[in-house]
């Protein structure tokens, strides 16, 4: 067995928590190693590539930025990737645009009203929210009821109706499933104006990342030493330290640290070789999930949206088609419109999981909902996946408890499940910023600066951006599609 040269941290999992962290060590001149079960950084921020045309992209899971996303941004800037035009949607089976289409002009303006009305008194809640969560404080009863009954009750049912866009459709849970704590991490203050006052003024609220989120993470990744397609055989925790055997394309390695970061779903730790803390157990043994089934598919016809099924947004939808996405510009393309489609499920937790297994009937069934999609006259399934532990949440009380013993075990935990923590991007990249610099380095978190928000708006607003790829057609075919 290989013994590699020993390291102030070890991080688990290389996608965005990993990185965040790693990249808060490096900028404080602490040695990081990190390993990574897949052959690739980035976590769920995945990008496919077009096997016939290497510039023609589709995400396999997170896709898009917004102005809120703060260090993201800052990582955009730094590493000089390009933005990308988001294309538009067709919202036409959602409720709450079809709604305000038939109102009219009048109509919209008193709408408008209370809607800007709902974004102020939501903005009040996670103002509230972030004050108990940053003095590591209980939340009213309130605040752990599922989003959809908190704002029955507090007069947020726009708010309610809005977000069916920007929660169940990124795979995040039903309305009446997703804790109303968890929207206002995600919002924050100033999401829902950061989405919707650009468009008054002709500006768009999203971006994309030109080549794919993928394409950021592995410029990130580069400035650390990770190992890839590693499986841990074991970890030890003691007095002196941390010691973690693993196998990867070098075989048989052992590496030893002051402190480790644990940047994967309490659903894997388990599988890690590692004795568990009681509280460690309890994370594991309340956590709940979703696995997210996706599928990248060429669309005959189908014209250059993105696209929301509303049904699948809601209880009644599980299983079926929720959403698609895509970055493929070209006119008609004869060989299909590269994109991505998404399936929601119902919620996993322990003894009571799904498995989700694509098999020939559910891509006979996918196949035959595309075909309802408007515009849609042949359907090519070219690859699959399911996300085992999408949206890893714990119960308020356990996120307390978990971050009181953060760093007990010499162990940081950083993610969606911690105290913070949310699925979205920018969320657990905020989390393991704040989390490694508090608890690893002991050094106090600082806001960002009035200067640096608007350095941060004047960069993601008035950079150019690039056309999503509108090339050429392709004239062969697939041997691997699956339908």
């Given at each position: 067995m290989k013994i590699l040269n020993k390291v102030d941290t070890i991080i688990i999992g290389a996608g965005p928590s990993g990185l965040s962290a790693a990249n808060v060590l490096k900028k404080h001149e602490k040695s990081v190693f990190i390993l990574e079960k897949e052959a690739q950084a980035g976590g769920k921020c995945h990008t496919f590539t077009d096997p016939l045309d290497n510039n023609n992209k589709t995400e396999w899971g997170a896709a898009l930025i917004a102005p809120n996303y703060g260090k993201v941004i800052d990582k955009m800037q730094e590493k000089r990737l390009a933005w990308e035009q988001v294309l538009p949607s067709d919202l036409s089976t959602v409720p709450f645009d079809k709604n305000l289409n038939q109102m009219s002009l009048l109509e919209k303006g008193f709408w408008g009203i209370e809607f800007a009305n709902e974004i102020l008194l939501f903005a009040q809640h996670a103002k509230r929210y972030q004050q108990l969560r940053d003095k590591h404080q209980d939340l009213p009863e309130d605040y752990k009821i599922p989003f959809r009954d908190f704002a029955k009750k507090f007069n947020l049912e726009k708010v309610n109706e809005f977000s069916y866009l920007f929660v169940p459709a990124f795979g995040y849970g039903l309305m009446e499933e997703c804790p109303a704590y968890a929207v206002l991490e995600y919002y924050g203050t100033m999401t829902l104006p950061d989405l919707i006052i650009p468009k008054l003024f002709?500006?768009?609220?999203?971006?994309?990342?030109?080549?794919?989120?993928?394409?950021?993470?592995?410029?990130?990744?580069?400035?650390?030493?990770?190992?890839?397609?590693?499986?841990?055989?074991s970890i030890t925790r003691n007095d002196k330290g941390i010691t973690v055997i693993f196998e990867s394309d070098d075989g048989l390695q052992s590496i030893s640290a002051n402190s480790l970061v644990l940047a994967i779903s309490p659903l894997h730790w388990p599988s890690l070789g590692m004795k568990l803390t009681e509280t460690e157990q309890k994370c594991v043994d309340n956590l709940s999930w979703y696995q997210y089934p996706v599928a990248v598919v060429k669309l005959h016809g189908y014209p250059a949206n993105h696209y929301y099924e509303y049904e699948g947004l809601t209880a009644a939808g599980l299983e079926h088609l929720a959403l698609i996405t895509t970055r493929d510009n070209r006119d008609n393309p004869q060989d299909g419109r590269l994109c991505t489609a998404y399936i929601n499920l119902k919620l996993s937790q322990h003894n009571t999981s799904t498995d989700f297994v694509f098999t020939p009937e559910k891509i006979k069934q996918l196949k035959a909902e595309l075909m309802q999609v408007p515009g849609v006259t042949d359907v090519?399934?070219?690859?699959t996946k399911v996300w085992k532990d999408y949206m890893s949440t714990l119960p308020w009380e356990l996120r307390?408890?978990?971050?009181?013993?953060?760093m007990h075990a010499q162990t940081l935990y950083v993610g969606p499940y911690t105290l913070g923590g949310f699925e979205d991007v920018a969320c657990v990249w905020e989390q393991s910023h704040k989390a490694t610099k508090e608890y690893l380095l002991h050094k106090q978190p600082k806001p960002s600066s009035l200067r640096k928000e608007v350095n941060r708006n004047l960069f993601f607003f008035t950079s150019e951006y690039q056309k999503p790829y509108d090339g050429r057609d392709i004239t062969a075919t697939y041997h691997h599609s699956l339908s």
């Open positions: 002709g500006m768009q609220g999203l971006r994309g990342v030109k080549n794919g989120f993928q394409e950021l993470m592995e410029a990130i990744a580069a400035d650390f030493n990770i190992s890839y397609n590693s499986n841990i055989q090519d399934i070219l690859e307390l408890e978990l971050d009181k013993n953060q």
